[in-house]
């Protein structure tokens, strides 16, 4: 039985991914990259620096620590540029009415984020006040697939981690849900989410389940 739900945040309860795919996309242009919707899909869930090392790796480029510092600086502020209007408008399909149908069963609820800025988009999509618990880039050493972000998750909640289900959208993160011994479902396409117990299109198809 599923105690506690974990959330990843971009592409499964909010809109952002495509925000930070335009973001990823300026700043590989300046750096004369042609960064595609395909190498796009390898960022996903993967945190700020280590999305940029892989840029550089794919572009041939070598960076000093100085210069990298000023691309994610650049990057996040083109990023925050672009989320600066997020509204609840920008929930993903189901994202409110399953929130709305754990808290009414009992279950609890936690983020399990890579990103730096997720305490921000939960505010500014109203559902901040949904979560039991929050885990974020801020929070963890290791990113996904290191299963830290969900162990500490489970952990905040006091839950045994086969009793939590993850929701995720990247590889990295159904890898790194894996890795916590937990139950976890694809949001998303199964050609992106091997391993996943199960995929479905979006956190909709799922309210009836609990
Ligand atoms: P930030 P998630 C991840 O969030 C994104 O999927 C990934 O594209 C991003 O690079 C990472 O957060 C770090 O985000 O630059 O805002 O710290 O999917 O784990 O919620
Ligand atoms: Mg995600």
Request: hydrophobic share 45%; glycine share 10%.
């Given at each position: 039985t599923i105690k506690a739900v974990i959330f990843d945040l971009d592409g499964v309860l909010v809109d952002t991914a495509i925000y930070h795919f335009q973001a990823w996309h300026r700043l590989a242009e300046g750096l004369g990259y042609s960064f595609s919707i395909v190498d796009n899909e390898q960022l996903k869930g993967v945190s700020r620096i280590e999305s940029l090392e892989l840029i550089l790796k794919w572009a041939g480029l070598e960076k000093s620590e100085s210069e990298k510092e000023d691309l994610l600086r650049q990057k996040n502020q083109w990023y925050l540029e672009l989320i600066?209007?997020?509204?609840?408008?920008?929930?993903?399909?189901?994202s409110l009415e399953l929130l709305k149908k754990l808290r009414e069963k009992g279950i609890k609820i936690a983020l399990g984020s890579a990103s730096k800025n997720a305490l921000g988009i939960l505010q500014k999509t109203g559902?901040?006040?949904?979560?039991d618990a929050l885990i974020d880039g801020n929070a963890v050493q290791l990113s996904k697939p290191n299963p830290e972000v969900f162990l500490k998750g489970a952990e905040a909640l006091g839950i045994a981690t086969a009793d939590c289900l993850v929701l995720e959208d990247a590889q990295a993160g159904i890898d790194a849900a894996r890795a916590a011994g937990m139950q976890v479902i694809g949001i998303g396409q199964a050609e992106h989410l091997k391993g996943a117990d199960l995929v479905v299109a979006d956190l909709g198809c799922l309210v009836g389940k609990f």
């Amino acid at each position: 039985t599923i105690k506690a739900v974990i959330f990843d945040l971009d592409g499964v309860l909010v809109d952002t991914a495509i925000y930070h795919f335009q973001a990823w996309h300026r700043l590989a242009e300046g750096l004369g990259y042609s960064f595609s919707i395909v190498d796009n899909e390898q960022l996903k869930g993967v945190s700020r620096i280590e999305s940029l090392e892989l840029i550089l790796k794919w572009a041939g480029l070598e960076k000093s620590e100085s210069e990298k510092e000023d691309l994610l600086r650049q990057k996040n502020q083109w990023y925050l540029e672009l989320i600066e209007q997020l509204s609840p408008a920008h929930l993903l399909s189901g994202s409110l009415e399953l929130l709305k149908k754990l808290r009414e069963k009992g279950i609890k609820i936690a983020l399990g984020s890579a990103s730096k800025n997720a305490l921000g988009i939960l505010q500014k999509t109203g559902i901040v006040g949904y979560f039991d618990a929050l885990i974020d880039g801020n929070a963890v050493q290791l990113s996904k697939p290191n299963p830290e972000v969900f162990l500490k998750g489970a952990e905040a909640l006091g839950i045994a981690t086969a009793d939590c289900l993850v929701l995720e959208d990247a590889q990295a993160g159904i890898d790194a849900a894996r890795a916590a011994g937990m139950q976890v479902i694809g949001i998303g396409q199964a050609e992106h989410l091997k391993g996943a117990d199960l995929v479905v299109a979006d956190l909709g198809c799922l309210v009836g389940k609990f």
